[in-house]
């Protein structure tokens, strides 16, 4: 018998699209409704078999599920949620994917009343290539999803929605939202900032020349340009830090470059093999 | 019959060791000649089949050769060359693989007799993961070398180099040293400079929530630090130029984000996905 009954989507894109697929495939629930508003995104999570049932209408769609993801762009999560929340039955628990939490996680908790539960979840995981025609079953396989907590999240609601990442196969690490967004502020948002903007900094005339190095740098920067807006600006604060940390060793970089300094270039380049090293390839 | 009877490899790590695959696998030449200074890397680089015969006597093992091509580290292709033109056979030609060109060049064409003949050569392929035992007969395949000429190179010998570059598949680009210089500060050097910086720049702690983003952006990181000091610094200029014109459109973004500016961030995302996309995956 499968652990869910019924699991809503709402919105069926890549990462929805990866939940549904993941869903099917390891028999979690009986039914996946996909929710979405266009109905070309909707046919598309349909053929590539994402979910079981889709519906434009929110509130059928989200009324008799017992889990609710909602993994629409980060700037639409409140109100959606917020809109779920209205419709979902008593005791029904959402999540999100959202690649910031604080913003979210505090507007929701002032917003939503007792009936529905909510958890926030960043799952670690994505591509520069979006829509369900990208989904692919194993998408949390072996990569971390943070679990959001704070005081007034019920503890059972928070081990729930880690026990439903975990049968993604996920790791759950488990932090407050604002230790979420501190943490990924560097190593997902400022580094999209940085690759995008070494993109943009290159000329494509020289592009003949681009091998391995260039293309895998610059990889996430081919990412949606709208939903990567949202996310930094949602957590502008924590991103400019990091920034400036980057900035900091990039100019004593470029410092000891323009004077040769040979013993500085070498160990500012050891510092970074030491931390790439330490993640593996 | 092989195009060529001898070939000998100076340096016989990842890119020369590569080289000596592609070109057994091909069938070439009748003989691989690897030449290296450490008995250890020689053995390597027999124990990987990617030579027929090592030795650690330049001159003997350069002596039959009617190419020889030097991969040793760039600050050491000079002294390299010029040692190979002194054992080399009358006619012999010589090229190398070193990722900056203008300074190996100059030197050699004021070194260099009329006995051998040096045509300086970088192929745009290598990876994070150095030695022979990465080395990869399709390392070349499908990837552009740049084949360097001056007014003072034969055409004859510029062009049995890039039949050479062709033979394993790769598209040879012609350039003059100081253009190909140019050409790579940003779609290589500095882009290995930003790479390593962010790699420096992240707190170890924070890696657990490293997703394909950071990794596929710091992945240059990993490289040799010895290697790339000396790219950099035989590149000084150049790369600070393009690490200049980095430095000025992050600064752009970051004033956007500062002021929370959608528009611009948007349009400088934009700008960076329409670079990224015009390369491909």
Known sequence: MARWDT???VGVGLIGGSIGLAVQDRGLARRVVGVGRQLSSLRKAKR???VSITTTDLAGGVHDAELIIVCTPVADIVTR????????????????????KAEIVTSLEAMLDQRATFVGSHPMAGSDRGGAENARPDLFQGRVTVVTATPRTPRA?????????????S????????????????????THVIASSLAAATDPAELVLAATGWSDTTRVAAANPELWRQILLS??????????KFEKVLSTFRA??????????????????????????
């Open 157 to 169: 609601a928070e081990q729930t929605v880690a026990e439903f990442w975990e049968a993604l196969g």
């Open 48 to 50: 590539h078999g994402t």
């Open 81 to 100: 949620v917020g809109a779920v929340a209205k419709s979902c039955r008593d005791g029904a628990l959402i999540t999100d994917v959202g690649s910031t």
């Open 171 to 190: 790791t759950v690490v488990r932090m407050t939202p604002s230790a979420h967004d501190q943490a990924v502020a560097m190593i997902s948002h400022a």
């Open 235 to 244: 957590n502008r604060d924590a991103v400019l830090q990091s920034l400036d």
């Open 256 to 281: 000891a470059l323009q004077c040769s300094d040979e013993a500085r270039i070498a160990q500012l380049l050891e510092m970074g093999k030491q931390t790439r090293d330490a993640l593996g390839s």
């Open 7 to 9: 699991i809503a989507i």
